[in-house]
């Protein structure tokens, strides 16, 4: 336990409050996995939230929630501003389907590749 303890916090209590910082190269490694580990998660909430936007059209598609309501409009706006920037350029390489937009899925698809190629680093 003191000793995942000092790897954790970086230096070593068993000589007292005044030891030295812990440099035997095992910041480097807890800091990767902590990045990696949040890369994950950010990765992890533009997913939750492309699905939020895509429920989100579809509702408004449906008339089920009015797009005039001004909270409404502004949760459509934030998530336009997060998802369009990148749904633009997938838009452009997919060919027309007509009414239907697959662009989202290759979003997520792409997504989740980059969730399992991270997790797959992450567990060597």
């Given at each position: 336990?003191?000793?995942?303890?000092?790897?954790?916090?970086?230096?070593?209590y068993?000589?007292?409050?005044?030891?030295?910082?812990?440099?035997?190269n095992h910041d480097e490694p807890i800091f990767m996995y902590a990045f990696a580990?949040?890369?994950?998660?950010?990765?992890?909430?533009?997913?939750?939230?492309l699905l939020a936007y895509l429920a989100a059209g579809w509702l408004i598609a449906f008339k089920i929630i009015n797009p005039w309501q001004p909270?409404?409009?502004?949760?459509?706006?934030?998530?336009?501003?997060?998802h369009e920037p990148l749904l633009r350029p997938v838009r452009r390489i997919l060919p027309d389907f007509g009414a239907l937009d697959?662009?989202?899925?290759?979003?997520?698809?792409?997504?989740?590749?980059?969730?399992?190629?991270l997790q797959s680093s992450i567990t060597g």
């Open positions: 336990m003191n000793e995942r303890l000092s790897l954790l916090i970086g230096f070593d068993s000589a007292g409050l005044a030891a030295k910082p812990n440099h035997k580990i949040l890369i994950d998660q950010i990765i992890n909430l533009y997913i939750w939230t909270i409404v409009r502004m949760i459509i706006d934030v998530l336009a501003r997060i697959v662009s989202p899925i290759v979003l997520f698809l792409l997504a989740q590749f980059l969730r399992n190629l």
